[in-house]
């Protein structure tokens, strides 16, 4: 039986701006990486998206960022591997307090745009990521590309790591994927559905450029600003329920 964990970027409102639509995603996956205020959120989405997952029974995740609200967290940033590292374990470290009041507690870190892009492929930044939720909590599971620094190290660290691919993104034959400043465009929910089902069963996606590549999927990822992320988000329950793919909380595969 095939298994694989869908989830969402999310609490990325902030003061009177509103973004996405959380309580439709939450009905459709597992797991709900939520912003921590640096690149997006506040404290009192922060609040809400935990008392929503809780509601509908997601596992919950923070979603560190660079310091970047203009941005929206996908501008590359220069920053010593110590400031990432306290970044990551400020960000943290204020979702655990809001997780705790709901009496839930945090299971999984996924870095968010421009600094989960430059760990992919920095070994010394995937390692101050690493350190700061070793340290916050050891059974605490990182999401990373399956060809990534962030999983060559998390091996060596010992730190529980999911292999992640994208609904939504192009995947590149590098094993990496294609960072957009804005939500990518969904032309077939149902064509980029049923790629789901193939990453997930055959372990194949078909890049960019048009090449069939390998690639390896324990959770899937979709993001909450991609316009149509709740559609799409129901077109692959859908396609995967149909594919014979049971979806559960990444607790219960790696």
Do not use: W
């Not at 400031?83 to 009041?101: H, N, P, T």
């Amino acid at each position: 039986m095939f298994k694989v964990d869908l989830n969402c970027d999310m609490g990325e409102s902030f003061g009177l701006y509103e973004l996405g639509n959380d309580e439709e995603l939450m009905q459709s996956i597992t797991s709900a990486n939520i912003a921590c205020g640096f690149h997006a959120g506040d404290p009192h989405v922060m609040r809400k998206t935990v008392e929503l997952a809780k509601k509908y029974d997601v596992g919950i995740g923070a979603h560190p960022g660079f310091p970047d609200l203009l941005g929206f967290g996908r501008r590359f940033m220069t920053c010593t591997p110590l400031e990432i590292k306290d970044y990551v374990m400020y960000q943290v470290g204020a979702l655990r307090e809001f997780s705790a009041a709901a009496d839930v507690k945090i299971q999984h870190c996924k870095p968010h745009g421009a600094l989960f892009m430059k760990a992919m492929e920095d070994k010394t930044i995937a390692r101050a990521i690493l350190e700061a939720i070793h340290a916050i909590d050891p059974n605490m599971v990182i999401f990373a590309l399956s060809q990534s620094e962030v999983m060559e190290e998390a091996i060596k660290m010992g730190v529980p790591v999911a292999k992640e691919a994208y609904a939504d993104r192009e995947h590149t034959e590098g094993g990496s994927i294609l960072l957009t400043r804005t939500g990518a465009q969904i032309n077939d929910y149902e064509e980029m559905a049923q790629r789901v089902v193939r990453m997930v069963k055959e372990g194949r996606v078909i890049t960019h450029d048009g090449k069939d590549v390998s690639i390896k999927a324990e959770t899937i990822c979709i993001h909450g600003d991609t316009p149509g992320a709740p559609t799409l988000a129901k077109k692959v329950v859908e396609a995967l329920k149909e594919g014979g793919v049971e979806i559960v909380p990444i607790k219960k595969i790696i």
